[in-house]
């Protein structure tokens, strides 16, 4: 069965909480699978030894996660108006993936969560759109046919789905993000299905 990447970083849990649902979304289309993946936190002192497996929620993504997919989500808090740093530290990696085609002609999506409704969302989807265009992603977006896209009073976005945490930092996507999110991963899944 197809997989689709869902690769993420997660600190507090609100992008977590999204990826779930993107994976929801993938698993509504027949045939197809999502693969929950995350990078592990950088540090002042980057070569920290970490355990080869988180203690909890999703594995380490590994090379061959890159190869198999079918299509891919990456997802990320908005750190500044940007992605975070340890998504882009393992995006930084890929010199050779980029050199030998891996994700050519891959669907792709990106999702993101920021503490305040202004906070930089859309930069941050954008952010993470380009190293995945340098890569020959087909990046996808989410349509105005999906009619809570016009109707949130949250998060949620034509770039990519997206949650809006609040000062509290609160993980939960309201049912507008939920169902944004679940619609981006059916998206990609179904785009890649297409592909073949
Ligand atoms: C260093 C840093 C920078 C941040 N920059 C922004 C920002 O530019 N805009 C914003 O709204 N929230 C910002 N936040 C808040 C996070 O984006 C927000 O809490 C997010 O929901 C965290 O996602 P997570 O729970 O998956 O870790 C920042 C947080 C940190 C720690």
């Known amino acids: 069965m197809p997989d689709i990447l869902v690769l993420y970083y997660s600190r507090n849990g609100s992008v977590a909480q999204l990826a779930r649902q993107v994976a929801r979304g993938i698993g509504e289309v027949p045939g197809m699978n999502a693969r929950l993946r995350t990078v592990p936190p950088v540090a002042p002192v980057t070569r920290v030894a970490e355990p080869p497996v988180p203690g909890s929620g999703a594995p380490y993504v590994e090379r061959a996660d890159l190869e198999e ?53 859309e930069s941050t989807l954008l952010s993470m759109m380009l190293p995945l265009l340098h890569h020959g992603c087909v990046v996808a977006g989410i349509p105005f046919t999906e009619p809570r896209l016009s109707s949130t009073r949250g998060g949620g976005t034509p770039y990519g789905a997206s949650h809006v945490a609040g000062p509290g930092d ?27």
């Open 69 to 121: 997919c079918a299509g891919l989500l990456l997802g990320s808090p908005t750190r500044f108006g940007n992605m975070a740093a340890p998504l882009k530290h393992f995006l930084d990696g890929l010199g050779a993936e980029w050199a030998s085609g891996t994700l050519v002609g891959k669907p792709a999506g990106v999702f993101t969560s920021t503490a305040s409704m202004h906070g930089g969302q």
């Open 170 to 196: 609160d993980p939960e996507p309201s049912e507008d993000e939920a169902v944004l999110a679940r619609a981006l991963g059916r998206r990609i899944a179904g785009l890649a299905a297409r592909l073949g």
